[in-house]
Each structure stands twice: as structure tokens, then as C-alpha cells.
């Protein structure tokens, strides 16, 4: 069966920390970039991340830019996302995705069914 | 990070053909190749059906199709069924290694 399972939320403090994880069965990873994108309940899909295939690029979005770290192994098929400093507007509903290319691209064909994080106090 | 601009809504009867536009600027839509379109069903992850402006991915109909002028980038379905209720958003690679996604396009089968 090919899928990504996401794992990790939950509910935390904001200003804590949280380590969300992906990992994959039935599909190769390794020659893929991969990315978090998140949705807010009843809100749009915003990207958060995103890791070549080798790790050696990483890229983030404005929102989460040294909050956050993205990281993966490829040897354990896992990619990471650690939330430092979280915040309420953090709270939604982080998916992990597949790029169809090595470096980044918007084409992302396989998408795990995401794992919810609630951001309160 | 501003999103792309798309329609909150759109509607049309079965059978007939409906176009989401996804508007965006030269440093995402109009500058580059790499725009996408997913359809999202409540509860459920995204789906990719379009990538590259106007390309399918294996699998999905032929009904979907895209293109883009200038900013804006479009997504039409024709032949329009129920099971095309569902969210729509574009997506684009934008300048400074980033992507961005349009707020979202409720479409209705009346």
C-alpha cells in the first residue's frame, strides 16, 4: 500500500516545542524533495517547507523561518519538522508530501493524511 | 507571504464547464512554469490534477485542464459532475525558493 503517515501532533503550550515526523511505505522517497504544508481548521492549504532530496537544500516560508527546522533520513524513510517557539496561529493540520522532483517543485503526487497540532494554553 | 488570488466560489449545473483563475505576479504565476492545481474533498488530503500549468498527472480525467496569461494561471473542468464538489487551490513556485497557494475555490454542482 503506498503511503505517507504523519505522527507527532497534538496539543502543546505556546512556546514549547514539538517534533512532527512522516514516514513511508510502499513508495521511494529518496529521490524526492519533500514538503509540510499545513490548513487551519476550515482555512486554505499554506505551505511550511521544504528539504531536497539529499537535505542539502532546505527551504522555508516567512511565517515559520527560524522557528522551524525541516529534516529527513533517508536511510529510516523519516522526514522531520521541528516547531520550536510555537504559537496559537500554528495550530492546523500539518500534511508531509512527495515532490515529483529531486530539488522543489509544486508537483507533489503523494500526500499523507495529515496529523493535527493545537497551539493553547 | 501573500496568497494567490482566486475566486472563494464557483458554481455551475452538471455537464456544463466552470474555470477557477488564480491570479499572482511576476515573482510566482507570471514568472514561472511551476504552478499546480490540487482538489481537496472534506476530510481529505489533497490531490494533485494539474502540474506545470497544463499537464495531468497519470490517472487524472481529461476533463481537467489548465493554462495560464501573464499572472494568471486557470483551471477549467468540463463536463462538470457531483463528484467535482470540492475545494480547489493553485499553487506556485515563487521567487526566493518558496511556493504559495491561492486561497481556495469552493466549487458547487448545482
Known amino acids: 500500500q503506498v503511503q505517507l503517515a504523519e505522527s507527532g501532533g497534538g496539543v502543546v503550550q505556546p512556546g514549547r516545542s514539538l517534533r512532527l515526523s512522516c514516514t513511508s511505505s510502499g513508495i521511494t522517497v529518496s529521490q524526492n524533495a519533500l514538503h509540510w504544508v499545513r490548513q487551519a481548521p476550515g482555512k486554505g492549504l499554506e505551505w511550511v517547507a521544504a528539504?531536497?532530496?539529499?537535505?542539502?537544500?532546505?527551504y522555508y516560508a516567512d511565517s515559520v523561518r527560524g522557528r522551524f527546522t525541516i529534516s529527513r533520513d533517508n536511510s529510516r524513510k523519516i522526514l522531520s519538522l521541528q516547531m520550536n517557539s510555537l504559537r496559537p496561529d500554528d495550530a492546523a493540520k500539518y500534511f508531509c508530501?512527495?515532490?515529483?522532483?529531486?530539488?522543489?517543485?509544486?508537483?507533489?503526487?503523494?500526500w499523507g493524511q495529515g496529523t493535527p497540532l493545537t497551539v493553547s494554553s | 507571504q501573500s496568497a494567490l488570488t482566486q475566486p472563494a466560489s464557483v458554481s455551475g449545473s452538471p455537464g456544463q464547464s466552470i474555470t477557477i483563475s488564480c491570479t499572482g505576479t511576476?515573482?510566482?504565476?507570471?514568472?514561472?512554469?511551476?504552478v499546480s492545481w490540487y482538489q481537496q474533498h472534506p476530510g481529505k488530503a489533497p490531490k494533485l490534477i494539474i502540474y506545470d500549468v497544463d499537464n495531468r498527472p497519470s490517472g487524472i480525467s481529461n476533463r481537467f485542464s489548465g493554462s495560464k496569461s501573464g499572472n494568471t494561471a486557470s483551471l477549467t473542468i468540463s463536463g462538470l459532475r457531483n463528484e467535482d464538489e470540492a475545494d480547489y487551490f493553485c499553487n506556485s513556485f515563487r521567487t526566493s525558493d518558496t511556493f504559495v497557494f491561492g486561497g481556495g475555490t469552493k466549487v458547487t454542482v448545482l
Open positions: 528539504i531536497s532530496s539529499d537535505g542539502s537544500f532546505k
Open positions: 508530501a512527495r515532490d515529483e522532483s529531486d530539488y522543489a517543485s509544486s508537483r507533489w503526487a503523494y
Open positions: 511576476s515573482d510566482d504565476v507570471g514568472g514561472y512554469s511551476d
